[in-house]
């Protein structure tokens, strides 16, 4: 049993459908960041979320030193026999590489020009996009990594950016006009612009006001020749409709909505009382692989 008390509970919803007893019928989801744990679980046969639950951070307490929290005082978390396991990790050290000039071994090396990795703490991972000619590759905290590897050894651990391109390439049309779309977490933004259904750009960027948020925004939006006035941009992430963050979007970008929950896929009448904005890369790991 972890000696540090169970995350504080901001969400747990669970439909009465899901039978913990047939582990092996579900997917286990999981994000881990500056705004705490979520966890998701999909009924693989019925392609429907049947459970989201999500904890505040702990400041003082690493990422993994969180969940093995939450799993001493979890009846799910920590068990094995699942259908999959996905881990994305949410942070702003990650690049993207083309995968013809990808080399396996040279991770570091690759992500070393956009990230100082200090080995004591971090560890460095790829992802490989199904269906894309495109590799993540992210550093994770090494306490994080290091539970997963021993409770889920054959799960899948990827970047939150991963998660949240699968499902906005899943929702794009063939031939749409490039479309900018927003990410808003805890003090980061992230910002993707994808056109036919393929990334032209993704960025995380830190923020510390809405103006900062307006700023990154605009300036994209101009180094992709988009107009606030004319050009539509989506949003999801944590942030409420009577937000300072989302009255200064307003302000200065005509078209602006907020997204839904991926396509395709089944939700228990539970989440129903979630805005659908939210949670879009949690969701979107049921698109990945």
Not at 90 to 112: K, M, V
Not at 115 to 122: C, L, M, N, T, Y
Request: aromatic share 12%; charged share 20%.
């Amino acid at each position: 049993m972890s000696s540090l008390p169970a995350p504080t509970v901001l969400h747990r919803l669970r439909d009465e459908t899901l039978t913990p007893a047939n582990l092996a019928a579900y997917n286990l989801y999981l994000t881990a960041g500056p705004a705490g744990l979520r966890v998701g679980i999909a009924d693989v046969r019925r392609n429907k979320f049947v459970v989201l639950e999500e904890y505040a951070p702990q400041s003082a307490t690493s990422l993994g030193g969180q969940f093995q929290a939450l799993a001493a005082h979890h009846d799910l978390l920590g068990l094995a026999g699942w259908n999959h396991v996905r881990l994305a990790v949410q942070n702003r050290h990650f690049t993207l590489l083309p995968a013809p000039l990808f080399r396996a071994g040279d991770e570091a090396a690759y992500l070393r020009l956009h990230h100082s990795v200090d080995a004591q703490h971090e560890t460095v991972h790829s992802y490989a996009h199904p269906g894309q000619e495109l590799v993540s590759i992210f550093a994770a905290e090494k306490s994080l990594t290091d539970w997963f590897r021993t409770v889920y050894p054959t799960g899948t651990l990827l970047h939150q950016t991963s998660s949240l391109l699968e499902g906005l390439m899943h929702q794009s049309d063939p031939a749409a006009p490039r479309r900018l779309y927003l990410s808003i977490g805890h003090l980061e933004l992230t910002v993707v612009v994808i056109r036919d259904k393929r990334p032209e750009f993704c960025n995380v960027f830190a923020f510390s006001s809405p103006e900062d948020l307006i700023y990154y925004t605009i300036l994209v939006m101009q180094e992709f020749q988009l107009n606030p006035d004319q050009d539509p941009i989506v949003v999801w992430g944590d942030l409420m409709h009577d937000s300072e963050l989302f009255t200064i979007l307003r302000k200065y970008i005509r078209h602006i909505k907020f997204g839904n929950r991926p396509f395709d896929l089944g939700y228990s009448y539970r989440l129903n009382e979630l805005f659908e904005y939210r949670f879009f890369e949690l969701y979107s790991l049921h698109l990945c692989e």
